[in-house]
């Protein structure tokens, strides 16, 4: 349940602790380090997906839907987001403007619902 917190995620762990010294306590600033989704490689879409998803991971068929794989070593730091994002009311998207497209595949890889800012 969410306790009237403010959720802001940004890239890097140093902005995260210079962005938090800026905001103060009502607001938790965490670190994605990096995107933390990409699209799926052949040899890791599931062989009951393989036809739709194999050779691209997208489904050319379906509207160009992809197919989104968390990287080993980034699902620690999506449960840490998941779990911050459980506890607050609001969530801020703080992505480097040379990064497009992070901001989305950060929101949709924590199961957020965003709006832009601009």
């Known amino acids: 349940m969410a306790t009237g917190s403010k ?5 890097s762990p140093t902005k995260a602790k210079k ?5 103060g306590s009502e607001y938790t600033v965490m670190a994605s380090v990096g995107h933390i989704r990409d ?17 691209f991971g997208v489904d050319v068929e ?3 839907k992809p197919y989104y794989i968390v990287d080993g070593n980034k699902k620690k730091t999506v449960s840490e987001l998941k779990s911050a994002l459980k506890k607050a009311d609001t969530l801020y998207l703080a992505t480097d403007e040379d990064r497009r497209g992070r901001g989305h595949r950060l929101a949709s890889g ?3 619902q965003a709006e ?3």
């Open 19 to 23: 962005i938090g010294g800026y905001l």
């Open 7 to 11: 959720l802001v995620i940004v890239e």
């Open 110 to 112: 924590t199961d957020a």
């Open 62 to 64: 379906d509207g160009f």
């Open 39 to 55: 699209l799926a490689q052949p040899s890791q879409v599931p062989a009951a997906d393989k036809t739709k998803f194999g050779k």
């Open 116 to 118: 832009s800012a601009g």
